[in-house]
Structure formats: C-alpha cells, structure tokens
C-alpha cells in the first residue's frame, strides 16, 4: 500500500507542470508584440529595454506584457532569443516600445451628436425595476476613437426608438478608455413632459 501511494505521488510531481503561470496584469492585457517594421511604419518611440533570463517559455510572453506596461509602453519586441526550451524561447533580450494610438477613420468622419440624441443615456437598474422599459434593439458601436463611441451609440439608440442603452460587453480599448462596445437598446417610459 505504501508503495502504491509513494509511486502515485512520485508520478503525479513528475508528470505535472510545477512551474508557477505568471499573471498578466489587467492594465497590460492591450499590450501586444510588434516586428521591426511595425515600429518604423507607426513611428514607435523606443524607451527601455529588458532582459528576461531562465523562464519557463510559457512566461516570457506574459512577463514581457507585464514588463511593458510597467515600462510605459504598449508594444515590445524580442530583439534576441539568448536560449531556448524545447524550441521556445526561455531567455531573450525584448526592447520596449511606446507606439502612438491610431484609430480607423470611418468613412462619415468625426462623429456629431444628432438633435434629439442628447437625451440618451445608460440605462440604470433602478430604473428597469421601477420604470416600464423594453430592449428595442442591440447595437455594436466598431473601433473607433474613445471621443467616438459613446456619441455613435447614443446617435444608434436615438434611431432605434430607445432613450437609454446598456453597454453588455465591452469589445476593445485603447488601454483605458473604450474604443468598440457592444450594447442593448432599452426604450423606457418617463413621468416626465420630456419623454412620451
């Protein structure tokens, strides 16, 4: 019997991982890699460099994220691989990169708040509660600048028939602010003059 249960632990120590995972931070989850030419095109500012030594491959890309954001930076770059693991890298030299934000245009151009919108707004759950409100819709504001989206939305909902909204997902960031939402319509029923 004691046999039975030394080499059941001796198998499970051996076959399982006991290399700690390391975290990513929350604030350095946007943070991603960049090749050599991306930081030539986006004009990226290098401003430190790291060397990361003996980790478990599994971790050198989630340290270097959570380098980076310490660092101030939102883009890194291995620049050399010092040794492997396996055939992954478990020691490298990354240079960290700040790289401006760019947004994708869209074709209207800046977004204007249409008369009528400025009325629209989250929705709360007091209000669901003691409020007749029904959803009309969804909507799924794309990437946009930050100064955008909430513009786009309450542009979308005044168009639905609906006054308020709430935000169900939140799709991307630009690091901290949102830049692409997901969101449904609710129309919701006022005592007041102002609404009907």
């Not at 986006?42 to 491959?57: A, F, G, R, V, Y």
């Not at 947004?103 to 929705?123: C, D, I, R, S």
């Not at 509660?129 to 909430?150: F, I, L």
């Amino acid at each position: 019997m004691k046999n039975i249960l030394f080499i059941t632990i001796v198998a499970i120590l051996l076959s399982g991982c006991v290399t700690r995972k390391v975290p990513v931070m929350i604030e350095a989850r946007t943070v991603a890699s960049i090749s050599e030419m991306g930081v030539h095109k986006l004009n990226c500012e290098m401003i430190d460099t790291q060397t990361l030594m003996d980790l478990h491959p599994n971790n050198v890309t989630p340290t270097l994220k959570n380098k980076t954001f310490e660092s101030g930076g939102n883009r890194y770059r291995i620049a050399t691989v010092l040794d492997e693991r396996k055939g992954r890298p478990s020691s490298v030299v990354a240079e960290i990169y700040h790289c401006p934000i760019s947004f994708q245009t869209k074709p209207a151009g800046v977004v204007k708040l249409l008369p009528g919108a400025h009325e629209v707004k989250p929705v709360s759950f007091a209000e669901i509660e003691n409020v007749n409100c029904k959803v009309v819709g969804s909507h799924v504001v794309e990437e946009t600048s930050p100064d955008s989206v909430y513009t786009e939305l309450s542009n979308e909902v005044f168009m639905s028939g609906g006054n308020r909204y709430h935000i169900t997902k939140i799709i991307a960031t630009d690091g901290v602010n949102a830049t692409s939402v997901s969101a449904d319509i609710y129309r919701c029923k006022h005592q007041s003059v102002a609404f009907e």
